[in-house]
């Protein structure tokens, strides 16, 4: 059995990573609006670099971003493996850094969006970082069975 963090360390932890997420998924929203501005100020909006060919940055981005969707699981377990931190401050340092790794994701469609000027490169890639929030967003109850399942210090 493990020694349990007082509960209200746990809770601390939790809300601020969810807090911390809160704050990522709803920066999603900010860019969108900045888009939103971007092609209404610049009308027809065709990129700050439209002469550039895109496609194949387009492509290096989405591998980024599905390897981004993997790279969350992988650091996770690491940064939970490392028992030089205490385990409520590996689970919160895991999701923050999880978190940032999905919002990443929406950065890569951002600039693609100001590079080339097409909305559906934010979009895309928003959407991808959605996904990879869903996934990751932390909860509660994994977060006690990961506490319960660690050995005694």
């Known amino acids: ?22 704050a990522m998924v709803l920066s999603l929203a900010v860019f969108a609006v900045v888009v939103a501005q971007i092609r209404r100020a610049n009308a027809p909006f065709a990129g700050f670099a439209p ?3 895109h496609d194949l940055l387009r492509w290096i981005f989405a591998a980024f971003a599905l390897a981004d969707l993997w790279l969350v699981r992988f650091m996770r377990t690491k940064i939970l493996a490392n ?17 940032a790794n999905c919002e990443a994701i929406a950065l890569y469609g951002f600039v693609l ?18 996904l990879g929030f869903a996934l990751y967003f932390p909860r509660r109850q994994a977060w006690e069975d990961w506490l319960g399942s660690q050995p005694r210090r």
């Open 51 to 53: 002469g550039v060919p």
């Open 83 to 99: 028992a030089a931190l205490p385990p409520v401050q590996r689970l919160l340092s895991a999701a923050i850094v999880g978190l």
């Open 113 to 130: 969006f100001v590079l080339a000027g097409r909305v559906t490169d934010y979009y895309v890639f928003a959407g991808l970082a959605l």
């Open 1 to 22: 059995m493990a020694v349990r963090p007082p509960p209200d360390a746990l809770g601390r932890a939790y809300r601020t990573a969810r807090a911390v997420g809160g």
